[in-house]
C-alpha cells in the first residue's frame, strides 16, 4: 500500500534532517539542491515509481531512475536508504573514506540502487536513453525516469540527446528538470540565460508537463501522472518542476549560496528545529 500524503510529508522532513545532518559532519556536500528536490525523490520513490523488491542493475520489469545532477547525492542516499536500498545508518558514512556513500554517486562502489556513476554534469540523459531504448528492445513496457538541474542544460551534450530521442521516437522516458533558476555561481540567468525551456523542449519535439509547486507532493504526484500518461505515444517526456532550491531551511532559501556550502553546529541546529522529527521516523 503507497503512503498517503501525511506520511509522505513526515518522511520527506525526515529526508531533510538526514541531508542536512550528513553534510554538516563531513562539512563537505551539496544541501541546497539536495533540500529543493527533496519532495520530487520521496513522491517518485514511495508513490510513483513501479519498484521490484531488492536491487539488480539489469532492472528488468521495473521502472528505473537515473540521477544526472550527482552533485545532490544526499538527498538521493536518503530516500534510498529509507526505501529500502540498504540500511539507513550507512548513511553516517557519507563523504567519508572507503563509504559506497561518496559524494558524487558511483557504481564501483556497488551501491544497492545507483544506476550510473553522476557528477561530470549532462551524462544522465544519454545513459537514460540507452536503458530506455533496451526495454524497448525487451518488450519492456516499464518507464525510465531522470532527473537534471536547470543549470546543467548548459551542457552541450544534453541537447545532442534530446534531439535523439524525439527523432528516435523514445517514448518510455520522463525526463524531470529541477527548475530552480540558480546554480553554483548564482542565477541561471546570469550565469548563461537559456530562456524558454518549455519552448526548447517543444522545438525539438518533447511532450511538455510543468509542475508549478514543485515543493508540494500532491502536486508533483499529479503532475507526474499527467506526465506519465503522455508516454507510449511517440514522443519523450519532459517536466519542468519549478522548485525552491534549500527549500524547508528558511536561510537557506531564495539564494544560491547554499547550493555546496555545509552548515555550522548553530546552524545545523537551527535548520533541524524547523524540521522536527515526526512520524515514527528517526535519524540514523
Not at 538526514?18 to 563537505?28: E, G, K, P, Q, T
Not at 548548459?154 to 527548475?179: C, F, H, P, R
Not at 519535439?205 to 500532491?218: A, F, L, M
Request: aromatic letters at 8%; charged letters at 20%; glycine letters at 12%.
Amino acid at each position: 500500500m503507497k503512503p498517503n500524503t501525511q506520511q509522505l510529508n513526515d518522511l520527506i522532513i525526515q529526508v531533510r534532517r538526514d541531508i542536512l545532518r550528513m553534510v554538516h559532519a563531513v562539512n563537505s556536500g551539496h544541501p541546497g539542491g539536495s533540500l529543493g528536490c527533496t519532495e520530487f525523490l520521496v513522491a517518485l520513490y514511495q508513490n510513483i515509481m513501479d519498484r521490484k523488491e531488492g536491487f539488480d542493475m539489469d532492472g528488468i520489469g521495473e521502472d528505473l531512475f537515473f540521477l544526472s545532477n550527482g552533485h545532490i547525492s544526499p538527498v538521493f542516499y536518503s530516500v534510498l536508504a529509507r526505501s529500502g536500498y540498504f540500511p539507513v545508518a550507512e548513511l553516517a558514512t557519507f563523504r567519508k573514506l572507503n563509504s559506497r556513500l561518496q559524494g558524487h554517486p558511483t557504481t564501483h562502489e556497488g551501491l544497492p540502487g545507483v544506476r550510473m556513476a553522476s557528477g561530470s554534469l549532462g551524462q544522465g540523459l544519454s545513459v537514460a536513453l540507452g536503458a530506455a531504448q533496451a526495454k524497448k528492445l525487451n518488450n519492456d513496457n516499464h518507464i525510465v525516469y531522470t532527473l537534471h538541474g536547470d543549470g546543467e542544460l548548459q551542457e552541450g551534450q544534453n541537447w545532442e540527446a534530446i534531439m535523439y530521442a524525439s527523432a528516435k521516437g523514445v517514448d518510455n522516458l520522463i525526463a524531470t528538470v529541477d527548475l530552480n533558476g540558480k546554480q553554483i555561481d548564482g542565477t541561471t540567468k546570469d550565469v548563461l540565460n537559456m530562456g524558454c525551456l518549455r519552448a526548447k523542449f517543444e522545438a525539438f519535439d518533447w511532450e511538455v508537463v510543468e509542475i508549478t509547486k514543485g515543493n508540494d507532493v500532491e502536486a508533483i504526484i499529479g503532475g507526474m501522472a499527467e506526465a506519465k500518461a503522455r508516454t507510449g505515444k511517440g514522443k519523450p517526456v519532459c517536466v519542468l518542476l519549478h522548485t525552491e532550491m534549500g527549500n524547508g531551511v528558511d536561510y537557506m532559501m531564495y539564494s544560491h549560496a547554499w547550493h555546496g556550502k555545509a552548515p555550522n553546529d548553530a546552524q545545523l541546529e537551527n535548520a533541524l528545529s524547523q524540521n522536527y522529527n515526526t512520524g515514527g521516523n528517526s535519524d540514523y
